[in-house]
Structures are given as structure tokens and as C-alpha cells.
């Protein structure tokens, strides 16, 4: 896999319990590197964003934190992804407004996303050349990047075959 891709699209097939515990696991270090906790809340949460690889949106984790008896609480919940979001744990895709685990947390990176229209499925990138191209083109405008995200549209390998209408 090319040094610029963080996550590539992948087989439905794959063994996912991996990917899941490698993304606890990895949360688990870089909390502790950092001095932060990841909470009860925090770890199951981000367990259900990894539930598999597609975005989920906040109402479906709240739907899923639900057991019938407790609601959970809302604002605790947006609370608990923003913090996973600013650990670099997940992110936001803001064109379909959900979140998705992020597989290289440790490393600092713009986001790039492939979002296939098709099957939702989504690709992720970290193009440095990318970044920096932005960057000049912007500093020319007298503009500072905060913050890169970069959503495409489109459809991965697998929907490629499938017919554009039905
Ligand atoms: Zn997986
Ligand atoms: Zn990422
Ligand atoms: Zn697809």
C-alpha cells in the first residue's frame, strides 16, 4: 500500500475482529502516551464507530448506546466523539455527516477521503504533495490552512461493475 494511503478500501470478507482490536489497542497507547483516559464511554464508543468500515452517524451510535431501559444521554455522546475526534481516533465526514475509525491515529494527517456514492464505502488518504499544493496555492491568496479535509465522490473498484441507475 502506497505511503499515502492510510486505509484502503477493503474486502467485506476480511476478519474485522483484527481491525477492531487493533484500533482499541492502538487508542488504548496513544490515550495513555498522551495522559488522557480512554473511558468506559470513550472505548465503547469508539468500538462502535469501528463496527465496521462504513460511516455511522451520531443517532445510530445513540440508537445503539440505547438498551431499551436507559437512553443514553445525547450531549455525552457528541462530548465523547469530539474527543475522539480530536485524539485523531475517528473522523467526521462532513458531506455525510458521520463519523468513521481512523487506522493510523499516531500519525498526524490532513483527510482525504474516497467515498464511494455506491456501496458507502470509504478510502483514506494522507497526500503530503496534496497538502502542500493546497498550502502554496492558498499562502498565494493570503490564506492560512487550519485545517484540510478533502471528500470525494466517487466509486471504488467493487461498484465499478455495478450499473449507474437501479
Ligand atoms: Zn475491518
Ligand atoms: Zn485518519
Ligand atoms: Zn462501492
Given amino acids: ?17 483484527t481491525c477492531i482490536d487493533d484500533a482499541l489497542l492502538r487508542a488504548e497507547t496513544l490515550c495513555r502516551e498522551r495522559g488522557e483516559r480512554l473511558t468506559p464511554l470513550r472505548r465503547q464508543i469508539l468500538q462502535l464507530v469501528w463496527t465496521s468500515h462504513l460511516p455511522i452517524k451520531a443517532y ?31 473522523h467526521r465526514l462532513e458531506s455525510l455527516n458521520a463519523y468513521i475509525g481512523c487506522a493510523r491515529p499516531e500519525k498526524r494527517h490532513s483527510a482525504q477521503f474516497l467515498i464511494c456514492t455506491h456501496c458507502g464505502a470509504v478510502a483514506e488518504m494522507d497526500d503530503v504533495s496534496l497538502s502542500n499544493k493546497i498550502s502554496v496555492t492558498a499562502r498565494g491568496l493570503g490564506f492560512t490552512v487550519s485545517e484540510e479535509k478533502i471528500e470525494v465522490a466517487g466509486r471504488c473498484r467493487d461498484c465499478q461493475a455495478v450499473p449507474a441507475t437501479g
Fill in 1 to 17: 500500500m502506497s505511503r499515502s494511503v492510510i486505509q484502503d478500501f477493503i474486502a467485506p470478507d476480511h476478519d474485522h475482529v
Fill in 60 to 90: 445510530d451510535l445513540l440508537d445503539m448506546l440505547s438498551d431499551g431501559r436507559k437512553r443514553a444521554a445525547p450531549p455525552t455522546v457528541y462530548r465523547t466523539l469530539d474527543f475522539l475526534r480530536e485524539a485523531g481516533l475517528i
